[in-house]
């Protein structure tokens, strides 16, 4: 199974908005509803941040938006603020009933 | 709260053995499914391993099938993987996480080297 694609990096400035994709295959993003994004900070474990596509766990600010379209998945951010200068990862089921994980994004907030 | 440790991480060398543990609590963890991912240095995340909340049903990424072995103990609400002919390429902080990775465990540092 091979990685979904991402962006290796993307920036913004402090009130900006900024959409990172994940394009995987009709067999794990574009098959199913089950696309994760995640935060994860320097040592840090990974934080869910969206799930099954579009949905926040309580407590994530309204600004993280998830969306899907055909094989690629989209996170976007709006109003861009020092915090979540993080990497983010996104994920996906997959149709050998396994997980696959996304490159990883590094986002700058300039 | 949901919690989940880690542990029997470390040094290993080239074709060894090694059981990580991953101690929950803080939810019902005999109704969850449990997972293993990995992340090698300065690197993404990698599915490694799913076993289903009864441990009748796991499922392994295709470069540790074979090798390693997913488990669980419900009465001890602790889960397992037991990692067998370690490749330097296995290197990585090992995390644990629960269901569709809602939630997850700190990682504990595995490394493969003579």
């Known amino acids: 199974q091979s990685a979904l694609t991402q962006p290796a990096s993307v920036s913004g400035s402090p009130g900006q908005s900024i959409t990172i994709s994940c394009t995987g295959t009709s067999s794990d993003v574009g098959g199913y509803k089950y696309v994760s994004w995640y935060q994860q900070h320097p040592g840090k474990a990974p934080k869910l941040m969206i799930y099954?596509?579009?949905n926040r766990p309580s407590g994530v600010p309204d600004r993280f938006s998830g969306s899907k379209s055909g094989n690629t998945a989209s996170l976007t951010i709006s109003g861009l603020q020092a915090e979540d200068e993080a990497d983010y990862h996104c994920?996906?089921?997959?149709?050998?009933?396994?997980?696959?994980f996304g490159t990883g994004t590094k986002v700058t907030v300039l | 709260e949901v919690q989940l440790l880690e542990s029997g991480g470390g040094l290993v060398q080239p074709g060894g053995s090694l059981r990580l543990s991953c101690a929950a609590s803080g939810f019902t963890f005999s109704s969850s499914a449990m997972s293993w991912v990995r992340q090698a240095p300065g690197k993404g995340l990698e599915f490694v391993s799913t076993i289903s909340y009864s441990g009748g049903s796991t499922y392994y990424a295709d470069s540790v099938k074979g090798r390693f072995t997913v488990s669980r103990d419900n009465s001890k609400n602790t889960v397992y993987l037991q990692m067998n002919s370690l490749r330097a390429e296995d290197t990585a902080v090992y995390y644990c996480?629960?269901?569709?990775?809602?939630?997850w465990g700190q990682g504990t540092l595995v490394t493969v080297s003579s």
């Open positions: 996480a629960k269901t569709r990775f809602d939630y």
């Open positions: 099954e596509v579009s």
């Open positions: 994920s996906s089921y997959t149709s050998s009933s396994t997980y696959v």
